[in-house]
């Protein structure tokens, strides 16, 4: 709790990390009540590859299903997930500052621990990954009550979705933190982050093909989450695609792997080293 | 205050560091260090830029990891956290910027668990209590310090610990922040002080500690720096003719000329008058007799430059 208490002393007048967290929400809010406005297959009547015309689509998001129990949960929490990177960004700032203002080393000389100082920052983060993963759970639920549900629709059965999602923000997280934690400077850890997950591990992944590539830190994450869109827009039965059923215990068990490592690094960077 | 019987002369060490050593590499920042401070006492750590002083109070704050030897607050005292006995700031003041006197303070309460902490005490006793409201940020850097010396006193610590706390103040700044030094050891807290200037731990330190390179080059009294044996300048018209007269006196240990004047050495138990009574004897009337204490300046730098 003092922990808790010293990190809301610290961030709530930070205005830069007050305002990102409060237009990180709205915007999530945003984006999953609207989705469902969305038109699924653009304005354009498709064509196929005889020159036929197909039946123009207009429906939106909304008619094919998305707020639909049980798949609701799946297909919102695939929106929220891109939002980890933003939050990731929030995450290497609420390190990266205690080192920029030299307050890391002041909070230990005042009579913080480090295991406490790197608490309540795993705290924060564990909070962040935590809330957004409500919300985007909260909002779902919200916006199912406002659709018409199949009969005999289930509103649990897709709920485990959401610790795949937490697990997904939580290994983003994870990566940054490590990052924040070993360069210390905000922009440098950000440029680096960014870096690794679009552009560094991408180049690893062709490189190391599929089989060992799979095993990259990041990859699990891909995997956690089922793209949505081919199933709502039925284009999984046209090319034949398949679906993995049940929980992605695979994917699962690699993150939290990957996730307690780096949390683990981090933690000893912290004991180890000079402020 | 204390409950020692009277007649108790046992000092208690406040600080005890034995063979203290931190490696950067092949360099060696500080060197078998071994220090006392001693309770009740106004330390000074005196030592040029780059000689150890911050590297040994990180060490013995927990910021650094020394690379040998040990250190221990109060010896011998299983008593309450070191932290809530402690103020202490190292180099520059470290507040969250955008973050007022009050919140900061509060902050820092918050990390040393203080029940009712004496917020407006403190900030008054810095001078900062009108502006308690404005964010860190525009304070000027004499209102850091000062506002960094109010958060170590929060605790109503036993021990102050300080980095420099002068350095680049304007001279009112540096006025104003020895003034509050002076009235906190009065106190009767321990003051342990980085500096790199001679002048200040002469004015506000009763101990020293020297360092060079990361060695100890002295330690004891500042008074105890300069040596006991004074020196006297003599001035006299024929300076040329005070020399033979000079070499039979017997109060005379050493006469050397320097420009007009003789620089004198006495034999111990000798004084100035007895000097100057046995010359007037003699015939010799002085146009003038000073007392020079050796220069601490002068001292510092021989120490320094061994």
């Known amino acids: 709790m003092k922990l808790l208490r010293l990190e809301w002393l610290k961030l709530r007048r930070y205005r830069f990390f007050a305002i990102s967290t409060l237009l990180m929400v709205l915007l999530l809010i945003l984006l999953l009540v609207f989705f469902g406005d969305i038109n699924a297959f653009g304005q354009q009547p498709a064509e196929n590859g005889e020159g036929q015309q197909l039946t123009p689509l207009e429906e939106d998001f909304a008619a094919l299903g998305l707020y639909q129990m049980p798949r609701a949960y799946a297909n919102l929490a695939y929106l929220a997930g891109y939002f980890k990177f933003f939050a990731a960004i929030l995450v290497i700032l609420s390190v990266t500052n205690e080192f920029t203002f030299r307050t890391a080393r002041q909070n230990i000389i005042d009579g913080l621990s480090?295991?406490?100082?790197?608490?309540?920052?795993?705290?924060?983060?564990?909070?962040?990954?935590?809330?957004?993963?409500?919300?985007?759970?909260?909002?779902?639920?919200?916006?199912?009550?406002?659709?018409?549900?199949?009969?005999g629709a289930s509103y649990t059965e897709g709920l485990?979705?959401?610790?795949?999602?937490?697990?997904?923000?939580?290994?983003?997280?994870?990566?940054?933190f490590l990052l924040a934690w070993s360069l210390k400077r905000g922009a440098a850890a950000i440029l680096l982050f960014l870096l690794y997950y679009f552009i560094l591990e991408n180049i690893l992944y062709f490189a190391l093909g599929e089989t060992v590539g799979q095993y990259l830190p990041m990859q699990p994450g891909h995997n956690l989450i089922e793209e949505p869109f081919t199933r709502l827009t039925k284009v999984d039965k046209i090319i034949g695609l398949a679906h993995q059923e049940g929980f992605p215990w695979k994917a699962f068990g690699l993150s939290w792997a990957y996730l307690a490592a780096f949390f683990i690094a981090a933690y000893q960077l912290v004991l180890r080293r000079d402020l | 205050?204390?409950?020692?019987?009277?007649?108790?002369?046992?000092?208690?060490?406040?600080l005890n560091t034995a063979h203290l050593r931190k490696q950067y590499g092949a360099f060696t920042a500080v060197e078998d260090l071994s220090l006392q401070i001693q309770k009740g006492s106004v330390f000074g750590l005196l030592g040029p830029n780059g000689s150890g002083k911050t590297t040994t109070l990180g060490m013995v704050l927990g910021i650094t990891h020394p690379s040998g030897g040990s250190f221990q607050w109060f010896p011998g005292q299983a008593?309450?956290?070191?932290?809530?006995?402690?103020?202490?700031?190292?180099?520059?003041?470290?507040?969250?910027?955008?973050?007022?006197?009050?919140?900061?303070?509060?902050?820092?309460?918050?990390?040393?668990?203080?029940?009712?902490?004496?917020?407006?005490?403190v900030l008054k006793t810095v001078n900062l209590y009108d502006r308690r409201n404005s964010p860190f940020k525009h304070y000027s850097l004499g209102m850091r310090q000062r506002l960094a010396i109010a958060a170590a006193l929060l605790t109503d610590p036993e021990v102050l610990v300080l980095d420099e706390p002068t350095n680049g103040l304007d001279p009112q700044g540096i006025a104003e922040v020895r003034q509050i030094i002076l009235d906190i050891a009065r106190r009767g807290i321990t003051v342990i002080m980085a500096s790199h200037i001679l002048a200040e731990v002469e004015k506000i330190?009763?101990?020293?500690?020297?360092?060079?390179?990361?060695?100890?080059?002295?330690?004891?009294?500042?008074?105890?720096?300069?040596?006991?044996?004074?020196?006297?300048e003599l001035g006299f018209d024929a300076a040329q003719k005070l020399g033979p007269v000079l070499q039979e006196a017997p109060a005379v240990a050493e006469a050397q000329p320097e420009g007009p004047l003789w620089l004198v050495k006495l034999h111990p138990g000798y004084?100035?008058?007895?000097?100057?009574?046995?010359?007037?004897?003699?015939?010799?009337?002085?146009?003038?007799?000073?007392?020079?204490?050796?220069?601490?300046?002068?001292e510092f730098l021989k120490l320094v430059d061994q």
């Open chain 2, 1 to 14: 205050m204390s409950s020692q019987p009277v007649g108790e002369t046992k000092t208690e060490i406040v």
């Open chain 1, 114 to 151: 480090r295991k406490e100082f790197f608490g309540s920052k795993l705290i924060t983060m564990l909070l962040m990954a935590l809330g957004l993963t409500l919300l985007s759970g909260i909002a779902t639920l919200v916006m199912a009550l406002f659709y018409e549900q199949p009969e």
């Open chain 2, 79 to 121: 008593s309450p956290p070191l932290k809530q006995r402690m103020g202490a700031l190292l180099e520059t003041p470290n507040f969250y910027p955008y973050l007022n006197a009050l919140e900061n303070l509060r902050l820092v309460a918050e990390i040393k668990s203080l029940s009712a902490p004496p917020y407006q005490e």
């Open chain 1, 160 to 176: 485990p979705v959401l610790a795949a999602l937490f697990t997904e923000y939580l290994l983003c997280f994870s990566l940054a």
């Open chain 2, 205 to 232: 330190c009763d101990h020293v500690a020297v360092l060079r390179q990361g060695k100890l080059l002295y330690q004891g009294t500042v008074a105890g720096m300069v040596p006991g044996d004074s020196l006297l």
């Open chain 2, 271 to 298: 004084d100035a008058a007895g000097l100057n009574r046995y010359l007037a004897e003699k015939g010799y009337y002085l146009k003038h007799l000073q007392e020079r204490r050796s220069n601490l300046e002068a």
